[in-house]
């Protein structure tokens, strides 16, 4: 391996404990859970021995997965910084080399480096990189060469002697289902943790972290501005909040001003929105093709909510003057009790499906656009709902608060059933749409000429419109 030089040299970056400690647990905020369950791990790998002697031991490797921007990279350096131990930062893509033998000897050296310093931990950063699926499709060629790489992570992770120098190995993906199963067996990975995007409390305290550092007129109406926000800011991940309280400085300091203000703060969170939605009001500047896409995508979602109606929490209006990546259908504040039945998880899986359907129909598969991107994934989030925590399903009685807590067959198991359910909502709704094609084209042409429909019209639309029969939907 000589020959290999300085490339097989790991590029991971070190950091020493004394810089680590920099970060804690404090840092993070929101999904309180999470926390408490690395804070145990910390109490372990701090005190090996004295949980050794009681048979327990740390975990060899930990995973944090979920969207970028939600904090993975911030625990894995609180761990290091809570324990007080020195910290590799690698990228699975450091390992992605087409020379032979170059993928292999860079993680050997990552892991002769750690131990070498011993209680430590390393971090690898987009895992998936090198730790994709063997045998799968090679994309972005060096297939072989990152084999070889994961095959030598294996190995590094297997040899760890369970009473000699702790090395703890976090690795963060944000593509968990691509993972090489190999990893997330016993004694490697074995402890997932999905870190998701913040709940509205969540997006609160991680505000609070981040206006720490700021100044504010108020305590007072420090609270209530941070508290506007976090309603304002539905699925924004921890990153993109941090850059709303970033850009408020910055406004501030441009205007002069001592203090941050509510209307640097809207004008922060428009910017932030801005970089995947436009955030304009005034329907007279969108543009037209984009403008139709909205007017079919409000439709649709309006036939499937007269389709499926529901009585608790009935809709109110919709309309084409602003831009958002969920549909502009407003709702009435839910009244009287929730009486959920299955029925009622299963159709609410097929209305969220209406906006990708719908532009997939008229647009085409390969001329989507990001105005119906949330659709599948609020979809995907509602089946996952139903199979994990009703005990409505084949899955099974038990709750499971996310997939996390899953072992690998049941992870598998919860795949296969939720793409039946997806498929099953995906061909209904089209169905449906299929059905009502008339009700959805006078709706569109409503919103094109208005801007906006009421329920009422919407009601009356649907009513009247002729009906083209559709086969049943198997489900
Ligand atoms: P990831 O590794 O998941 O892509 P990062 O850890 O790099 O995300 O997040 C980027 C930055 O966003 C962090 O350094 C932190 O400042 C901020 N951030 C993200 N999530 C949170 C959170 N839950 N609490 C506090 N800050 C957060």
């Not at 002769?112 to 971090?123: L, M, V, Y």
């Not at 490697?188 to 995007?197: P, W, Y």
């Not at 995947?276 to 896409?293: A, H, M, N, V, Y």
Request: hydrophobic share 40%; net charge negative; proline share 4%.
């Amino acid at each position: 391996r000589r020959a290999l030089g300085s490339l097989g040299k790991s590029r991971a970056k070190f950091i020493s404990a004394e810089e680590t400690t920099g970060v804690t647990f404090d840092d993070f905020a929101g999904q309180e859970y999470i926390k408490r369950e690395l804070q145990e791990i910390v109490r372990i790998l701090k005190n090996d021995e004295e949980f050794q002697d009681k048979g327990i031991y740390c975990p060899k490797g930990v995973l944090l997965h979920g969207p970028p921007g939600t904090g993975k990279t911030l625990l894995a350096k609180a761990i290091a910084g809570e324990a007080g131990l020195p910290f590799f930062a690698a990228n699975g893509t450091d390992f992605v080399e087409m020379f032979v033998g170059v993928a292999a000897a860079r993680v050997k050296d990552l892991f002769a480096n750690a131990r070498s310093f011993a209680p430590s931990i390393i971090f690898i950063d987009e895992i998936d990189a090198i730790g994709s699926k063997r045998g799968g499709p090679d994309i972005g060629g060096g297939g072989a060469e990152r084999e070889q790489g994961l095959l030598q992570i294996l190995t590094e992770m297997d040899g760890f002697k369970e009473s000699t120098s702790q090395v703890l190995v976090i690795g963060a993906t944000n593509r968990l289902d691509i993972l090489d199963p190999a990893l997330l067996r016993k004694g490697r990975f074995d402890k997932i943790i999905r870190v998701g995007l913040p709940s509205k409390d969540g997006r609160l305290a991680i505000l609070q972290v981040h206006a720490r550092n700021k100044f504010f007129r108020s305590e007072k109406e420090k609270e209530a501005l941070l508290q506007e926000i976090a309603e304002l800011t539905v699925d924004f991940t921890g990153a993109e909040l941090q850059n709303i309280l970033n850009e408020a400085g910055i406004l501030t300091a441009r205007k002069d001003q001592d203090y941050i203000g509510r209307e640097e703060l809207l004008e922060a969170l428009k910017r932030q929105k801005g970089t995947f939605e436009t955030g304009q009001e005034d329907s007279t500047e969108i543009p037209e093709e984009l403008k139709l896409r909205l007017a079919y995508r409000e439709a649709a979602v309006a036939v499937l909510a007269c389709y499926y109606p529901d009585s608790h929490h009935p809709f109110i209006e919709t309309d084409i003057r602003s831009i958002h990546s969920k549909p502009n259908m407003s709702y009435a504040e839910a009244s009287g009790r929730a009486f959920l039945r299955k029925s009622d998880h299963v159709n609410s899986i097929v209305r969220a499906c209406a906006p990708r359907v719908i532009e997939e129909e008229m647009f085409g598969v390969d001329n989507l656009c990001w105005i119906s991107a949330k659709a599948t994934s609020e979809a995907s989030t509602r089946a996952e709902f139903l199979i994990l925590q009703t005990g409505m399903t084949a899955f099974g009685n038990a709750y499971y608060r996310n997939q996390s807590d899953l072992v690998p067959h049941l992870a598998a198991k919860l795949e296969a059933l939720r793409d039946e359910y997806m498929r099953f909502a995906v061909e209904k709704c089209s169905s449906v749409l299929r059905e009502y094609r008339s009700a959805v084209e006078t709706i569109t042409d409503v919103l094109l000429e208005k801007g906006q429909i009421k329920a009422e019209e919407i009601w009356d639309i649907y009513r009247k419109a002729p009906r083209i029969p559709q086969p049943p939907v198997r489900s």
